[in-house]
T-cell receptor, first 114, second 113 residues
Framework: GQNIDQPTEMTATEGAIVQINCTYQ??????LFWYQQHAGEAPTFLSY????GLEEKGRFSSFLSRSKGYSYLLLKELQMKDSASYLC???????????????FGAGTQVVVTP | EAGVAQSPRYKIIEKRQSVAFWCNPI?????LYWYQQILGQGPKLLIQ????????DSQLPKDRFSAERLKGVDSTLKIQPAKLEDSAVYLC???????????FGPGTRLTVT
């Protein structure tokens, strides 16, 4: 099984930086995903980490430490449209024929203020 | 490329009634997932299909929920009979055999009264 913890809510100002932490416990790790979900909409993929280190993609970066069971999503140069819920999801080891199950955290609501 | 399609977008039913949701994944995506997302929570996997076979249904309440993907393309999820606690958004997602990313549909918002 898996336990995934992330803060419930964070508030930041337009133009600032926000770091959303995610800690997890898993019996078989096979990758960590970050998704963005605007209210009333479907989650959209932001980033994927399977090895330790930092993955950078424009204004968004994601970091993973497998030994610590820890990841963070860094949002730079915040814009109003970044106000959304950010979901951390851990994938279990699957079979030779299929991907393992994704276990999602409850999400972190980021509120960007002018 | 067309995204994951779901219908209906909204459904209101009374408890003990039945309901069905439909999903058409992205063309060529072998893996299809149904998730339940209760307000304020992350999505919870109900069932995962690889082509027309079930890979994981460990979190599907099988006494009332059923799902099928007969031809390995589109899929239906059924609830019979519905309970108040089934009120949630039901999300369908798909991915390729080799792709790690899941693409989500717009979801069906179910309200059970």
């Amino acid at each position: 099984g898996q336990n995934i913890d992330q803060p419930t809510e964070m508030t930041a100002t337009e133009g600032a930086i926000v770091q959303i932490n995610c800690t997890y416990q898993t019996s078989g790790f096979n990758g960590l995903f970050w998704y963005q979900q605007h209210a009333g909409e479907a989650p959209t993929f932001l980033s994927y980490n399977v090895l330790d280190g930092l993955e950078e993609k424009g204004r968004f970066s994601s970091f993973l430490s497998r030994s610590k069971g820890y990841s963070y999503l860094l949002l730079k140069e915040l814009q109003m449209k970044d106000s959304a819920s950010y979901l951390c999801a851990v994938r279990e080891i699957g079979t030779t024929d299929s991907w393992g199950k994704l276990q999602f955290g409850a999400g972190t609501q980021v509120v960007v203020t002018p | 490329e067309a995204g994951v399609a779901q219908s209906p977008r909204y459904k209101i039913i009374e408890k003990r009634q039945s309901v069905a949701f439909w999903c058409n994944p992205i063309s060529g995506h072998a893996t299809l997932y149904w998730y339940q997302q209760i307000l304020g929570q992350g999505p919870k996997l109900l069932i995962q299909f690889q082509n027309n076979g079930v890979v994981d249904d460990s979190q599907l309440p099988k006494d009332r929920f059923s799902a099928e993907r007969l031809k390995g393309v589109d899929s239906t999820l059924k609830i019979q009979p519905a309970k108040l606690e089934d009120s949630a958004v039901y999300l369908c997602a798909s991915s390729t055999d080799r792709g790690s990313e899941q693409y989500f549909g717009p979801g069906t918002r179910l309200t059970v009264t």
